[in-house]
C-alpha cells in the first residue's frame, strides 16, 4: 500500500523490515559482492529458485551487468519434487517450469533465494542442480536470512540478517508480484 507521498504505510499485522530502497541497496552491494568473491564474472551463472528467488535473480544479473558490461547466463528453478515434505502436505503441489538454459558444468553458480530459513529449501534446489549438471561451485545469495537452521546450509551473500522467533513470518514482497518491494515481518 501506498500513501499519496508514495511511502509505504504498515498494515496492522505487518512490520516493515526494508524498504524499496534498502532491498535495492543491499541487491547492488551482493552483486558487488558476487562480482568480487568470483574475480569477475567468468563462467559465472545465477539461478533462481521459484518464485521470489527468480526475480532477485533477475535483477541482480541487471546490477551486475551494469557493473561488468556482461550479461551472465540466468536459469530459473522449481524445487518442488524436490521437497522433503511432499508426503505431508495435504494439496497437490503445483508444478512450475525449471528452466537452466546453459551447461552449468565446471561453473560456479549462485543460487538466489529470497529467505532463507530452515535450509531445507537450499537443500532441495542442490539436489535439482546436481540432477541437471555438475556445477565447479554453488554459491548462495539470499535477500533475508532469518536463523533457525535445521540443516547445515550458510548464505555466501545475504541481504539482511533478521533474527526472528518460529512463531513469526519474513515475507519478501516485490513489485513483480504487483506490490510495494518490502520486507516484512508478519506478526503472529
Known sequence: MTSPTNKLTERKDEKIIMDAGDISRAMMRIAHEIVERNKGVKDLTLVGIRTGGVHLAHRLVKRIQSIEGVSVPIGELDI?????????????????????????????VVLVDDVLFTGRTIRAAMDSLMDLGRPEEIQLAVLVDR??????????????????????????????????????????
Open 147 to 188: 536463523g533457525h537452521r535445521q540443516l547445515p546450509i550458510k548464505a555466501n551473500y545475504i541481504g539482511k540478517n533478521l533474527p526472528t522467533s518460529r512463531d513469526e513470518q519474513a515475507q519478501v514482497l516485490l513489485e513483480e508480484n504487483g506490490e510495494d518491494d518490502r520486507v516484512v515481518i508478519l506478526k503472529a
Open 80 to 108: 518442488t519434487l524436490y521437497r522433503d515434505d511432499l508426503a505431508l502436505r495435504k494439496d497437490q503441489p503445483i508444478l512450475r517450469k525449471t528452466s537452466v538454459p546453459f551447461d552449468m558444468t565446471n561453473k560456479v
